[in-house]
C-alpha cells in the first residue's frame, strides 16, 4: 500500500533498493502481499526461510519455546542452545560451537579465531594476522567483515577498514604469490553468493587445502549462504571432499531466525576462552528451537537427496530456455546467465510484477528456494520466468 511504503521510508534508513510490494503473510512456499496478490518464493528472504513460511515442525518447536522462555542471557545454561550446538556439530562433523546472530557475526568469530590461534601459537612478534580472500567474495557488512570483502565498490566511506586481508583471484598461483609469514588464515565461499553464484574451481579448492596444510594455514569456509543443505549436503565442502578448520553458517540455519554459527574442529575449538568473545542474544533459546527444527528435518533420511533432484529438475527447465546463456551453482542455489541484452534486474523486476519473487546477483538471475519447494511449485514459478522472458523478444 503507497502510504505504509511513504510512511515505512520516512521512518527506516534508506540503505535497501526495495520492490514496491508490502509482504503481509507466508504460507509454505508462497507469499501474499497486502493487496492479497499471492508470489511463488523462489528467494526464501536470500536463502534464509529453508522450511518456507511456518512449516509446522519448525512453528511448533518455536512457539513452544517462546511460551516457556525467549531469553536469558549466556550467563546461564539453556537445554535448547545445547541441543542445537550438539545437532550442528553431529551433522557437521565440527567439535564446537561459537553463536552470533548473523553471517556477518559468525566471520567475525572466525576472524578472531584465525588471528588468535596464530597469536597462541606463534607469538606476538610473528605479526602472523594476515587473512586472504578472494575477489568477489562478500562477507559481510561489518568494517571487518567488509575489509574481507574483495569488492572494492564495498571499500568507501567508512575508512579506515580492519587491516590485514589481502584479496587475489582464485588461481592457485595467486594463492602463492600472496602468501606471506604473515599469513594466517584463507577465507573462501565454495560458490560465491552475492559476487554472482560463482562456483570455486575443485583443482582450485585443492591446491589451496594441500598448501595451507603445509604450512599451519587456516581454512575458514564461509558457508553463510551455502550451508545447511542449500547444496544438497549439509555443507558445500562436502561436494568438494574437503573439511575447512572453521565453517561460518547464518541465513537457512534456523529457518528465518536470527542466528549465526562458527564452527570450529579440533585445531581451534580451544582457541577463545572465557571472555574473549560474546554475543547477548547470540545462541538465543527461540532461534536455537527453531534451529533444531530445520536440522531434524533436512536430516531426514532422502530429504538432502531430494534437493539435489529439485536442483536437477531447475537446471533441465532452465536449459531449455532459448534465453539463458549459462547456469552456475548447485542444488537448489542457481545463478542464471542471460544472454546479451537481457538484463536480469529487469527479468527480477518483471517476475516480481508477475507473481514470483526471485533474486539477482551481479549480472545474473538468482533462485534460492526453500529447500521444501514443490516441483508444481517450480513448474508454476519457471512458467512466470518463461511467460516474463518471451515479453522480452
Ligand atoms: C557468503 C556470505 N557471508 C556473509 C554474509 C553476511 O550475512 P549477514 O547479512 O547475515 O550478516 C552473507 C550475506 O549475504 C553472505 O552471503
Not at 503481509?24 to 501474499?32: A, H
Not at 535448547?80 to 557437521?92: D, H, M, N, P, T
Request: glycine residues 10%; negative net charge; charged residues 25%.
Amino acid at each position: 500500500m503507497k502510504s505504509s511504503i511513504d510512511s515505512f521510508n520516512k521512518y527506516v534508513m534508506g540503505t535497501y533498493g526495495r520492490y514496491d510490494i508490502v509482504l503481509d503473510k507466508g504460507k509454505e512456499e508462497t507469499v501474499t502481499d497486502d493487496y492479497g496478490k499471492k508470489y511463488i518464493d523462489f528467494g526464501s528472504g536470500i536463502g534464509t526461510n529453508s522450511l518456507g513460511f511456518g512449516y509446522p515442525a519448525w512453528t511448533e518447536s518455536v512457539i513452544s519455546q517462546i511460551k516457556k522462555l525467549q531469553h536469558t542471557s549466556n550467563y546461564y545454561y539453556t537445554e535448547v542452545q545445547g541441543e542445537f550446538a550438539k545437532r550442528l556439530c553431529e551433522i557437521s562433523g565440527y567439535k564446537n560451537v561459537f553463536f552470533g546472530n548473523s553471517g556477518a557475526e559468525a566471520n567475525e568469530c572466525a576472524i578472531k579465531i584465525a588471528r588468535k590461534y596464530s597469536f597462541d601459537k606463534y607469538g606476538a612478534d610473528s605479526k602472523r594476522y594476515e587473512i586472504i580472500t578472494l575477489q568477489q567474495s562478500f562477507h559481510g557488512r561489518t568494517v571487518t567483515t567488509l575489509s574481507a570483502t574483495g569488492q572494492e565498490s564495498m571499500h568507501n566511506y567508512f575508512f579506515p577498514f580492519t587491516p590485514g586481508f589481502v584479496h587475489i583471484t582464485p588461481d592457485i598461483r595467486a594463492f602463492e604469490a600472496a602468501l606471506t609469514d604473515k599469513t594466517c588464515a584463507i577465507m573462501l565461499e565454495f560458490i560465491q553468493g552475492e559476487g554472482g553464484v560463482i562456483n570455486l574451481t575443485e583443482e582450485f579448492v585443492k591446491g589451496v587445502f594441500d598448501i595451507c596444510k603445509e604450512r599451519d594455514i587456516l581454512v575458514i569456509a564461509d558457508e553463510v549462504q551455502t550451508g545447511c543443505g542449500r547444496t544438497g549436503k549439509f555443507l558445500a565442502s562436502q561436494n568438494y571432499g574437503v573439511k575447512p578448520d572453521i565453517t561460518t553458517l547464518a541465513k537457512a540455519i534456523a529457518g528465518g531466525l536470527p542466528m549465526g554459527a562458527c564452527l570450529a574442529d579440533e585445531k581451534c575449538a580451544e582457541v577463545l576462552g572465557r571472555g574473549d568473545h560474546g554475543s547477548t542474544f547470540g545462541g538465543n533459546p527461540v532461534c536455537s528451537a527453531g534451529g533444531n527444527a530445520v536440522i531434524k528435518t533436512i536430516s531426514a533420511p532422502g530429504f538432502l537427496d531430494e534437493v539435489i533432484k529439485k536442483g536437477d529438475y531447475f537446471r533441465e527447465k532452465l536449459g531449455k530456455f532459448d534465453a539463458v546463456e549459462d547456469i552456475t551453482g548447485l542444488a537448489l542455489m542457481i545463478g542464471i546467465k542471460f544472454k546479451d541484452g537481457i538484463n536480469a534486474a529487469d527479468i527480477s523486476k518483471k517476475c516480481h510484477d508477475n507473481g514470483l519473487l526471485v533474486l539477482t546477483a551481479k549480472d545474473k538471475l538468482r533462485f534460492l528456494p526453500p529447500l521444501t519447494i514443490t516441483y508444481d511449485e517450480i513448474d508454476a514459478g519457471l512458467a512466470i520466468l518463461d511467460k516474463v522472458l518471451l515479453q522480452e523478444n
